[in-house]
């Protein structure tokens, strides 16, 4: 009996890490990333991309050989869990940018985004969807000095294919 409970215990480790690791498909004519606890996904351009994914499922860190690009892509209910309403969250995302180039809110779609320079001085785009109880957040960065083409055609990639997941 023991034997059996451990064996099926095994078993639903496997298959929940089996469908873990399907959320990034990564194939370089058409790499996509799906978070499945939170519903939302992008599509990246077509080049080699390496994927972590954070062993809670809230996210992952997509890097590219090809686009000298890091995307972070991942859920939180952090804003929610702090009592952040939407001004809040953006003044705290706000708050990590050393220079904003341009911003963008919409309280309506509950979504804003910020271009420009963070603390460290990356070239740094963010794109948050605010929902009730979670939110969406993307992250595109390109280390100071690397070619802001890349920064740009990835920036544009991701912020045209993400579908948040409510």
Known sequence: MYVRCF???VLMCLVVGIDHAMA???????????NQRYGFS?????????ASE???????VLRSTTWKADVRAYGTMGYSVQGM?????VAKEFSAF??????????????????????????TFLMCYFGKEAANVVIVSVPDGLASMDFEQVTQSVRRSFRPGF
């Open 98 to 123: 050393a220079k904003i180039g341009h911003k963008e809110m919409d309280k309506k779609a509950r979504r804003f985004s910020i271009w420009g320079t963070d603390k460290e001085g990356r070239d």
């Open 85 to 89: 309403n939407f001004d809040a969250a």
């Open 24 to 34: 990034v498909v990564l194939n370089e004519d058409a790499p996509q990333y799906v």
């Open 54 to 60: 954070s062993a809670n499922s809230d996210g992952a």
């Open 7 to 9: 064996i099926a215990a």
């Open 42 to 50: 992008l599509t990246l351009p077509s080049g080699h991309w390496e």
